[in-house]
C-alpha cells in the first residue's frame, strides 16, 4: 500500500514515537504522572510537556504564548470564539477556501459573515479592501485541498491597518515554512509527523481571549483539562525534527513535485502551481469517475477533495470557490507526499492511477 494522503494526516516519526513512550508507563515506571501535582511525577511530566512547548513554539513568530489543545480544530474555536467578545458585534471576515474549523465556527457566531473571494488560481487578494466593520479576518496559509499558499503576511499587515484581530490557520504549513504575525495561530501535530489528538494555539502577547473550556484552570485558564505528556512530548520531538529539517524536507518534496508533474502529463493542475506547497497535487481529467478509479486503485491511499468531503458526496466549497463546476469538481483528485514518501512510491502510485484512468477515457 502506498500512501500519498499527507494533507489528511502524516506518518509518526519514529523520534515522535520514541519520545512518547516514557510518558506511557504503567505502575512499574514513573511516566504516568499528572503534569499538574506537586510531587515528583508531576514535576517531572511537567518538565517534559514545557520542553514540548519551547518545540512547539520554535514553530511561530516571537512574540506570543502557546497553549496546548486536543486538536487545530479546538485551538481555532478557542481563537474566533474567544475573540468575539474582544470584537463585539463587528463582522467576521474569512476565505472562501477556509477549513470548516474556521468557516463553520465563524458562520456559527452571531457576527455578521463575511466570504473574501479566491480567484481562479485559489488566492486571496492580499491587496484588497477589508469589507467595511469588520473586526475579525480569518485566512489560511496553506490550502489543504489544493495546496495554495496565501499571502498572509500582506493579510496580517491589513488587517491590523484596518483595526481587525487576524486568524491565521497554519495547519497544512507549520513545519514546512514561516508562519506569520498574527494575532492568533492554529497548528496540529498530526499534519507534522506528531501523534493526533493534540494541536496548538500560539496567542499574540497582551491578547486576552475568552475561555471556551473552564475547569481546573490549565494552560493559563484558557484551556482547562489534564494535558497529556505523551501527546506534548510526541508533539514537541515531532516540531523539533520539522524545524531540523524543513529545508531537506522541502527539497525532496520538490524533487517529487517535478517528477510527478511529468507523469501526470495532460492533467489539470487545481489551483496555482507556484504560489503552491509543491506536496499538494490536485489534479483533474474532464471524464474522471474518481469513484470508480479509487475503487480500481486499491493499493494507493489518496483522496476525492479534502478528507473530510471525500465520501460526503457533496462537491468541494474549495473547488467551486476557484470557479470549477460541480461536475468538474467531481473529476478532481488529491494525492499528498512528503518526507517519508520515496521517489519509487510516487512512481509506483502514479502508474497505477494513470492506468486505471486510462482504461476510462
Ligand atoms: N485546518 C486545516 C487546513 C486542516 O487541514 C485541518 C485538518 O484536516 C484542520 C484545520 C483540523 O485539524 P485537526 O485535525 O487537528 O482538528
Known sequence: MIYLDYQATTPLAP???????????????????NPHSPHRYGREAAAAVELARDRVAALFPPGGRVIFT??????LNIAIRGCAPVIAGQGIAVSAIEHAAVWDTAQALANPFH???????????GSGPLPAGTGLVAVMQ???????????????RAAKAAGALFVCDAVQAAGKMA??????????????????????????DGLELAPLVTGGGQEGGLRSGTLSPALCAGFGAAAKLATERME?????VEALWNRAIELFDGWILNGSATARWHGNLNLR????????????????????????????????RVLRAIGLSDKDSKTSIRLGFGRYTGM?????????????AGTQG
Open 344 to 356: 519509487d512510491d510516487l512512481e509506483r502510485a502514479a502508474a497505477a492511477i494513470i492506468a486505471a
Open 285 to 316: 481529467r474532464d471524464w474522471l469517475d474518481v469513484a470508480r478509479l479509487m475503487s480500481d486503485v486499491r493499493d494507493v491511499a489518496f483522496s476525492a477533495g479534502s478528507a473530510c468531503a471525500s465520501g460526503s458526496g457533496k462537491p468541494s
Open 179 to 204: 508562519l506569520p504575525l498574527a494575532d492568533c495561530i492554529a497548528i496540529s501535530a498530526h499534519k507534522l509527523h506528531g501523534p493526533k489528538g493534540i494541536g496548538a494555539l500560539w496567542i499574540r
Open 15 to 33: 523520534e515522535a514515537r520514541d519520545a512518547m513512550l516514557h510518558w506511557l508507563d504503567g505502575p512499574a515506571g514513573t511516566g504516568f504522572g
Open 248 to 252: 531537506a524536507d522541502r527539497e525532496h
Open 115 to 125: 466570504e473574501i473571494a479566491v480567484d481562479a488560481q485559489g488566492l486571496v487578494d
Open 142 to 156: 496553506v490550502n489543504n485541498e489544493i495546496g495554495t499558499v496565501q499571502p498572509v503576511a500582506e493579510i496580517a
Open 70 to 75: 486536543a486538536s487545530a480544530t479546538e485551538a
